[in-house]
Nanobody
């Protein structure tokens, strides 16, 4: 079992920035990827970003490219999501996920409880 705890959400004005953090503990995989997805009320889950733990490959959907950056800190087993130039449509609960192989992104094996991000216009 993997335990993921997100933090860093909050209320920010449009154009502002937030940095989300996700600390992982528990079972480890030999090679894995971590990332973020989000879900707004009444909308489907959306993939936001992923990073491969071993080689730091990253992947983003077009709607966040140039605005969001995912990174990881090996020692702390933590992944971060730096979100800049936030828009009201970025408002959602953001979840951290982990999957045992890069090729399986974004089909997460485990995810956290989520952190709310609200962007006001």
């Amino acid at each position: 079992q993997v335990h993921l705890v997100e933090s860093g959400g909050g209320l920010v004005q449009a154009g502002g920035s937030l940095r989300l953090s996700c600390a992982a503990s528990g079972r480890t995989f030999s090679d894995y990827a971590m990332g973020w997805f989000r879900q707004a009320p009444g909308k489907e889950r959306e993939f936001v970003a992923a990073i491969n733990w071993s080689d730091k490959r990253t992947r983003y959907p077009d709607f966040v490219k140039g605005r969001f950056t995912i990174s990881r800190e090996n020692v702390r087993n933590t992944v971060y999501l730096q979100m800049n130039t936030l828009k009201p449509e970025d408002t959602a609960v953001y979840y951290c996920g982990v999957v045992d192989k890069w090729d399986r992104v974004p089909f997460w094996d485990y995810w956290g409880q989520g952190t709310q991000v609200t962007v006001s216009s």
